[in-house]
């Protein structure tokens, strides 16, 4: 049975006039920093492990992983239950997860608890395709990229909140008997902020019915129909699995690239907000996705990408250079490699809202199904990625992950040029459309 006829009618959700979207965008940016607290740690907690960087890789990836579950099984809740009360519930079991993470003994335990938090984590694509909801038709791109601005604050600030309040204990227990790892502390912090935002979603964002009377089981069957139905769902998984494979080999090994060069996590999560500074190109490009279409801004994005990650070959080659000749210039690598790191997010976070404007246009009655279809290709694509990133940088250090990042945009820009390039036209006779036309 067809994804269009194997529900009932879609029941309406009434939406306060002022939707509070800039509060949804905090909550995605909160429930998918738990995502990226352990990038910029990984050396510290290969330390406190007594591992080698691969076996403490396992940690961003088991995260990854469990992420990927958690919107396969999760996210489809979406379509068919009270979001507003899902996420309330989501963030209190998010909360009980990164405490978990943060009492874990051994590292087979924090590999365990990763993966259960990155699956309790997927609320941030239960609150995502509210924003549509919460639109006009024509400014449906604009509250995607609103709401995305917050979610990948949360991405990037993540880092810097992980690398600086690690470095801020290390600090503190200096001339102390206190010997608590600085990334415990910071998955302790996580867990009460997290805690916090259970009861500030009951109090903030409004009753939000689900929109189809379908059962759960009718709802996980039918994200193969969809997948199967849609061709352009199917291209955008592609595309986002790779540039996101790509943008994961970079921030998987930034702590352990900035290692080899004497310098710590603080300063691998100050990147974090290096990068934030990218993060404002969401809102521009869901208002030039609304204008020129999608295709146009993924072209743009791809461009952008590959050249970023050339800036970073270039920067570290320099570097190992000036180690070789006894003569780095520390400011003038970290100069070198912010520049870099804010393309890079531009090209990622324009790529990511190329693909969410043209899929959410796709079937409104079933975008959290849509949204778990391409977001768990999106990190099974990160999760893969990051594991031939340690790997890559364990043996062959800047060329393999350099080398491995511009294979990835290469083959999404392969895609890119085979894909839809025809004119999308939304149907008027969906429900809450009016007609609309833009280059896919």
Known sequence: ???????????????????????????????????????????????????????????????????????????????????????????????????????????????????????????????????????????????????????????????????????????????????????????????????????????????????????????????????????????????????????????????FALQAHGLGAGIAGSFGLVGAAGALMASFAGKLSDQRGPRYVMSMALAILGTSYCMVYGTERLAQHQEHTAHLQVWLYLALLAVAVIVMDVGAQASQIANQTRIFALRPDARSRINTVYMVSYFTGAAISSALSTLAWQHLGVNGISGLSVLLVALAVLRHVTGQKQIYRRPPSLPDAEPAMFEM
């Open 1 to 255: 049975m067809s994804a269009r006829s194997d529900a009932s009618s879609p029941t309406s959700v009434p939406v306060q006039p002022k939707a509070p979207l800039a509060f949804l965008g905090m909550c995605c940016g909160v429930g998918v920093s738990t995502m990226y607290l352990a990038q910029p740690l990984l050396p510290e907690i290969a330390a406190s492990f007594h591992v080698g960087a691969a076996q403490a890789g396992l940690v961003a990836v088991a995260t990854q992983v469990g992420y990927a579950a958690g919107l396969l099984c999760c996210v489809p809740l979406g379509d068919i239950v009270e979001r507003r009360g899902l996420m309330t519930k989501l963030y209190a079991a998010v909360a009980v997860a990164l405490l978990l993470v943060a009492v874990a003994p051994t590292l087979p335990l924090l590999v365990l608890a990763s993966t259960v938090a990155g699956a309790l984590a997927c609320v941030t694509h239960v609150a995502l395709p509210i924003a549509p909801d919460l639109a006009k038709p024509k400014e449906r791109g604009k509250a995607i990229g609103i709401v995305m601005t917050g979610l990948l604050l949360g991405v990037l600030l993540a880092r810097t909140f992980a690398g600086w309040i690690n470095d801020a204990v290390v600090y503190l227990e200096r001339g102390t008997r206190w010997n608590i790892p600085g990334w415990r502390v910071v998955f302790l912090i996580a867990a009460i902020i997290s805690a916090g935002f259970a009861p500030a979603i009951r109090r903030l964002m409004p009753v939000l019915p689900p929109k189809q009377k379908l059962r759960y089981a009718d709802a996980m069957r039918s994200l193969w129909t969809v997948f199967r139905e849609e061709p352009l769902l199917r291209e955008s998984c592609l595309m986002g699995a790779l540039v996101f494979g790509s943008f994961s080999v970079f921030w998987n090994t930034l702590a």
